[in-house]
């Protein structure tokens, strides 16, 4: 190669390398002489739905520079900063972010050194922030609508709910943490009682005759930092705790259309000689069939009880059982007996204008030979003498009535 040629091609070459490191270094007067830091980014990211609030969580990046971190939101309209001095990776970092709307959010996050550098953005999408109408669109737990309560023998009362149903829970917006329950107990304290996800608890102190209620706490899902109260307490069934009235001192009365036995062994007596379960003839009450139904029987248990609770009905062995029957009470019988027959239109309104008071309709759906019991519906009425009306049996005769057992039980 030519001496000329060689010093041309070195020349190009000298002039190309100042051209390029003028150029590398021509951004530095936008910087005033200084360079561009990042601080480390925080590491996976976390929410917790809370009631108006949320919480986020990170890992900590390494770099020990940091100092702090800032969290925005609403477009970066808000903002929050967070002072840390933890820059282990393996520890987690915790943020309240409070007072925010019911609404899903999405935030920023950005590391912070001691020279205001920052890092580059972390966004933390789709918060959802759980409130007041969230929390409106709860329920309460339900009982179970026929068994809502057993009794031991010594009455402690076990409240019956139904099954949480964890597999459609898993779909749900809400998660039944616990329901609380509340009582008065035999002290005359109000307190409360814990039911978690078991369908039953079980309360030893129930003070009888007082109320109870109940109200469930949800989270809207797993992880969640606050818990939701269903808006208002949810009355549950009345409890009865009963005793039996003294069989010992209950006496036939007959007042005027009342049904006659079908014969003297038959008669109303056998309606309390405690004979358990249906029986058969002639261990009954047998009418003589002389009227269509509906027709009466009255008895007198022997004192004045100022309520009662409830009444036990048990039928015969096979036929002719009262599956519709009125039960009606009188504190004294005194000019209290009517003057139609049971089967007359007009008996009812004559029944309430001697001072009967209905207790209770009682309507079985079963042949009626079992021993069922039954609440009144009145309970605050004194009572010493019943009258059952009985309107209709389950083999649709509609003469006779046949019956095992009657027991009247007061509220203890």
């Known amino acids: 190669m030519k001496p000329i040629l060689k010093i041309s091609i070195i020349l190009m070459l000298v002039a190309g390398f100042i051209s390029c490191v003028k150029r590398d270094t021509e951004f530095k007067k936008f910087l005033n002489g200084t360079e561009l830091v990042y601080p480390g980014v925080v590491n996976n990211p976390h929410s917790h739905p809370g009631n108006l609030r949320v919480q986020l969580q990170w890992n900590p990046s390494p770099d020990p520079s940091i100092v702090k971190y800032m969290i925005f939101w609403n477009n970066k309209a808000d903002s929050l900063t967070f002072t840390s001095s933890d820059h282990n990776p393996a520890d987690t970092l915790k943020v309240i972010v409070p007072k925010l709307n019911e609404y899903s959010y999405s935030f920023v996050v950005y590391s912070y050194d001691a020279k205001g550098n920052r890092s580059i953005p972390l966004n933390i999408n789709n918060v959802k922030v759980y409130g007041p109408n969230y929390q409106a669109g709860l329920v309460n737990r339900s009982f179970k609508a026929s068994s809502p309560y057993t009794l031991s023998p010594t009455n402690d009362v076990t409240l019956n709910f139904y099954k949480i149903d964890t597999a459609s829970e898993s779909f749900s917006f809400a998660h039944n943490i616990s329901t609380t329950i509340r009582y008065t107990n035999k002290s005359g304290l109000v307190v409360t009682k814990l039911l978690y996800r078991d369908s039953t608890i079980t ?3 129930f003070k009888p005759g007082s109320t109870l209620d109940y109200r469930s706490s949800y989270v809207p899902v797993k ?22 009235c003294d069989k010992s001192i209950f006496a036939k009365v007959k007042l005027p259309n009342d049904m ?4 003297s062994s038959t008669d109303i007596d056998k309606l309390w000689d405690g004979s358990v379960g249906p029986q058969g003839y002639p261990n ?10 509906p027709q009466t029987l009255t008895f007198d248990m022997g004192k004045i009880y ?3 609770s409830q ?3 048990t039928g015969r062995n096979c036929c002719h059982n009262p599956d519709d029957f009125e039960v009606w009470g009188i504190a004294d019988i005194t000019n209290a007996a009517t003057t139609l027959q049971p089967n007359d239109p007009g008996w009812y309104a004559e029944s309430i204008a001697k001072g009967w008071t209905l207790l209770k309709e009682v309507k079985r759906t079963d042949d009626g030979q079992a021993a069922l019991k ?19 049996n ?15 039980f007061y509220p203890q």
Do not use: C, W
């Open 260 to 263: 006659n036995p079908y014969q």
């Open 374 to 392: 039954f609440v009144l519906d009145n309970m605050t009425t004194p009572v010493r003498y019943i009258r059952i009306r009985v309107k209709h």
């Open 284 to 293: 009954i009450f047998h009418s003589d069939g002389a009227h269509p139904l």
């Open 223 to 244: 992880g969640a930092i606050d818990t939701f109260n269903v808006n208002n307490f949810t009355m549950f069934p009345q409890i009865i705790i009963s005793a039996p």
């Open 203 to 205: 309360l030893t102190d």
């Open 306 to 308: 100022n309520s009662l």
């Open 311 to 313: 009444i036990e009905e």
């Open 394 to 408: 389950s083999d649709n005769e509609g003469s006779y009535t046949n019956m095992s057992e009657i027991t009247m």
